[in-house]
């Protein structure tokens, strides 16, 4: 029994899956049945610039969003209300000044370049006996005041 003739010189490779010379298209020409492609916007932000656009304490501003979840900054000043979120949790990085986070049975400082993460249904209150830039990671459906209205609820966040 004699072995097949191959041609020790020419060796053919198979076109990857990605390659569109598969499909019988060119490279970077849509098929036919391809919807165009919205590119979304990349940008850092900057969130020195973002605090520098507003001076009202207690008002959450949105700088991002990401999965569901929404990039706030605040600025504190004083004491907050004492509330909980029923579901969702919230983390707090401060970016200047201390935070100090009051808890029913204790309290926790939190230092510039630390964060927070306050579980959802428990009770809490900021405060900031000076000024603090915050940054809050947190559902977008969450609500600055939790299960409380009042007069520092803020419904519509403003988007910098």
């Known amino acids: 029994m004699s072995a097949p003739n191959r041609s020790p010189s020419v060796t053919v490779a198979r076109p990857p899956r990605w390659d569109s010379r598969r499909r019988g298209t060119e ?16 940008d850092k932000v900057n969130l020195a610039q973002k605090l520098a656009l507003f001076s009202e304490p207690w008002s959450p501003k949105v700088v991002g969003d990401l999965n569901g ?3 706030k900054v605040v600025k504190l ?16 990085l401060v970016l200047h000044g201390r935070l100090r986070m009051e808890f029913k049975d204790r309290t926790v400082d939190v230092d510039p370049g630390e964060f927070i993460i306050v ?3 428990v009770e809490h209150r900021p405060v900031a006996e000076e000024e603090v830039h915050v940054l809050l990671f947190e559902p977008a459906s969450t609500l600055n005041t939790g299960n409380v209205r009042d007069e520092r609820t803020v419904e519509q966040l403003q988007r910098l």
């Open 119 to 121: 579980p959802r249904g």
């Open 27 to 42: 490279v970077g020409t849509p098929s036919p049945a391809a919807e165009p492609a919205s590119v979304p916007t990349v």
């Open 77 to 92: 000043q004083g004491p907050f209300v004492w509330h909980h979120h029923e579901n969702e949790d919230e983390l707090f």
């Open 69 to 71: 979840q929404q990039v």
